[in-house]
């Protein structure tokens, strides 16, 4: 087991591997394309990662939450496209997303008044940015909801090749 650092503000990547228990220099061996001096200065906030060195930390840190959280924050694209979404319990998801579809079921009327000519007018904008707030909703529940089973099967909690089986008849 790695030695733990006393550093107060640890970044994400830091904390993921001291909760493994790894040292830098096993880590290092886990994800292959990383020397143990370069995990030091991505922990360390000396560097930013590489989108290859996320892809590998999220991968055999078995931490798929290092996807969206380097999206989100550290990528300059994803910094202003890409929503921060954190892993939650499967029935808040749900109920979240419940929420969403039906705030949304009740606005589906007003966003076909609103988008029927193809303008949005002054007197529409209101409505129409309230509608789109709540599709923004229901699109980061479901980006929750895909983070969720992505742990689920990096804790081996889903089976893989089930999950792909039954995802790849859904994709045709």
């Avoid at 496209?81 to 079921?105: F, G, R, T, W």
Wanted: aromatic share 6%; proline share 4%; charged share 35%.
């Amino acid at each position: 087991m790695g030695r733990t650092s006393k550093k107060k503000d640890k970044n994400i990547y830091h904390i993921r591997r001291e909760e493994l228990g790894l040292s830098r220099e096993k880590a290092s061996e886990i994800l292959a394309v990383i020397p143990p001096e370069r995990i030091e200065k991505i922990e360390n906030e000396k560097v930013y990662p590489h989108p290859d060195e996320v892809l590998a930390m999220a991968e055999g840190y078995k931490k798929p939450e290092l996807f969206n959280y380097y999206c989100s924050n550290e990528c300059p694209i994803g910094k202003q496209y890409v929503p921060e979404v954190h892993i939650k319990d499967l029935s808040k998801i749900v109920l979240e997303m419940l929420a969403s579809l039906n705030a949304i079921d009740k606005k589906k009327e007003r966003l076909i008044e609103i988008t029927a000519d193809g303008v949005i007018d002054n007197d529409e904008v209101k409505d129409f940015v309230r509608i789109q707030n709540e599709l923004e909703k229901i699109s980061i529940t479901v980006e929750t909801l895909q983070l969720w089973a992505e742990q689920m099967i990096a804790d081996k909690k889903i089976n893989i090749e089930t999950y792909k089986q039954y995802k790849d008849k859904n994709d045709k």
